[in-house]
């Protein structure tokens, strides 16, 4: 019998790599491998050529770029970032003895630091990939840096830059008010384009009114990436469901695994993500079993560079502190009802680390609002996956008690905003245009898994709402997943906006003195919405409201 659960899965592939020995000269798994390696280097050298790179004696390149927030080690938002790029050759090999620097400085061409960086070679699932990975800490808060990746060929990149986050204020919230940001977020996002020698994975149905046969917008994964960047975000959030190299969503063998689904993306959100840090999460089809360890996360590690300050054996649970906002990253699929494959691997840990960590930030004047996102939903009603009680059940007393603000999830490919919840009950209707005190209303749920992927539906009767559309407000017939992993109907009176298309979320944070209301403004913005003029249009806006520095709780 195989393997069943994500633990077996990568027990049986770190034994399968261990007798089929990889040396660090790049020799490939097989010629399938070997094949899409090759097939994914025009690409990646198209995108290394937009960027301004120079390409080394050796034909290699560097695309994919990404920066992370440092969250560890003494270090965070305001001094250090961490940025990873993939590493091409023309023949799927990377040579022994190459290595690779990042060159910081002020300004393009005034490098004067070089950072020594890592080159990491994955293997799993039919793959054999290079990344470059470096850590840019000791920075100064507030700052713009230009930096570059260069290897010992010769191998260039062009400029890219970024701003470190405003310094951490002290304890008793003195210091200078940070300035007015917008940071962005979205999920279920995949790619627009197929990978090497596999198939495309975004299909659409061919009367879809954005990506169906002639549509507004036929890439609205890729789209979504290039309209956020108009925001001008300081960072930009994935509630889970990334690229969908794991088609089948399972986080079993059975699935459906292509590794070079993560060149096509990486190459997609280069443009945006070189120069603005991207925060992930892990949903279902982020469980990756054929690459080995950690519940089937150990490409994460290689690909990605999430902080490190969470509970050990959880890669993908971490927080960080931009400006007044404490904002953490947790798994679903530790919490879940629905898709069971990972349910439980943390034992426990990420909801008393959880609970921590929002205990701490509570008793922090300097933080005002508190941004939780993950990947399945506490609170939704779509057809398709609606909500899970055991991510509900896991997070809705702590989010009550310890007074979040906003909840950003994924996993229905839709955009539904609740009404503020607290302890499982709606307190006040908040339609368009409304202004929410989280201190006493509650915590405003936010699904927006319209990043890209083919769009789900609400269930019969429920219908869009959204500004200028405007549908019954009655209670909407849902269900909740439940402990046996069956569904379990219910009829809420929380859905307030419902939107089927394509949607990415703009978040507007203007800080404050103590004493003074500072604001978090959400914007939903919704993708080449038909019959409507520009690129997108915003379709809702509810703004959180409370007093700067009194947000701490006893």
């Known amino acids: 019998m195989g393997p069943a659960t994500v633990n077996e899965v990568t027990e049986w592939t770190g034994a399968l790599l261990a007798r089929r020995a990889v040396t660090r000269r790049g020799l490939l798994v097989g010629a399938g491998a070997a094949a899409a390696a090759v097939a994914a280097y025009p690409l990646a050298r198209a995108v290394f050529g937009a960027g301004g790179g120079t390409v080394g004696r050796l034909g290699l390149v560097l695309s994919g770029r990404h920066l992370s927030w440092v969250a560890d080690g003494g270090a965070d938002p305001s001094s250090g970032v961490r940025v990873t790029a993939q590493l091409l050759g023309p023949d799927g090999r990377v040579p022994a003895g190459l290595t690779a620097v990042a060159d910081l400085g002020d300004a393009p061409g005034a490098y004067g630091r ?22 840019l800490v000791g920075l100064r808060p507030a700052t713009t840096y230009h930096y570059r990746l260069r290897l010992s060929d010769g191998t260039v990149t062009g400029d890219a830059h970024f701003t470190t986050a405003p310094a951490r204020r002290s304890a008793g919230a003195g210091g200078p008010v940070p300035a007015p940001f917008t940071f962005t977020a979205f999920a279920d996002v995949g790619t ?44 930009t959030l994935l509630a889970g469901d990334i690229c969908y190299a794991d ?5 079993l063998p059975a699935d459906d695994f292509d590794p070079y689904v993560w060149d096509v993306f990486l190459a997609q959100i280069d443009r945006q993500a070189a120069s603005v840090p991207w925060l992930f999460a892990t949903g279902n089809h982020d469980m990756e079993p054929l690459h080995g360890g950690s519940h089937g996360y150990a490409g994460h590690a290689a690909r990605l ?6 509970p050990s054996g959880c890669p993908s649970v971490y927080s960080f502190v931009y400006a007044n906002v404490g904002v953490v990253s947790l798994d679903a699929n530790d919490l879940s009802h629905e898709i069971r494959t990972n349910t439980g691997y943390s034992g426990g840990a990420q909801v008393r680390w959880l609970e921590e960590t929002l205990r701490a930030w509570r008793r922090d004047p300097a933080i005002d609002f508190v941004v939780a ?32 603000d906003l909840a950003v999830q994924g996993h229905n490919h839709v955009m539904e905003r609740t009404d503020p919840i607290r302890a499982g009950r ?56 439940v402990a046996d992993g069956t569904r379990q109907p219910e009829t809420v009176a ?39 003029p520009g690129p997108y249009t915003e379709i809702d806006r509810v703004t959180l409201r409370r007093v700067a520095g009194a947000s701490r709780i006893s």
């Open 192 to 235: 627009n384009a197929p990978p090497p020698h596999g198939t495309l994975r975004n299909g659409y149905a061919a009367d879809d009114p954005v990506a169906g046969t002639g549509g507004t917008d036929p890439h609205p994964a890729a789209t979504q990436t290039g309209l956020m960047a108009a925001q001008r975000p300081a960072f």
């Open 305 to 310: 560079d999430l902080p490190r300050n969470g």
């Open 114 to 135: 070089p950072v020594p960086a890592r080159i990491v070679h994955l293997v799993g699932g039919g793959g054999s990939q290079f990344y470059v990975k470096a850590a």
């Open 426 to 481: 709606p307190t006040r209707a908040a339609p368009d245009g409304s202004t929410v005190e989280p201190a006493t209303d509650g915590v405003t749920y936010l699904c927006i898994g319209s990043g890209g992927r083919a769009r789900y539906s609400f269930p019969p009767g429920a219908g869009e709402r959204y500004r200028a559309h405007p549908a019954d407000a009655g209670p909407v017939d849902s269900y909740v997943w």
């Open 373 to 404: 996102f993950f990947h399945h939903c506490a609170y939704s009603t779509t057809a398709q996956h609606a909500s899970d009680g055991g991510v509900r059940d896991a997070l809705d007393a702590l989010f009550t008690r310890w007074q979040v």
């Open 494 to 532: 929380w859905s307030r906006v419902r939107y089927d298309g394509y949607a990415f979320l703009a978040v507007d944070v203007v800080p404050a003195r103590p004493g003074r209301p500072t604001t978090m403004t959400l914007r939903t913005l919704a993708d080449a919405l038909p019959g409507r």
């Open 247 to 251: 088609a089948g969503g399972t986080g």
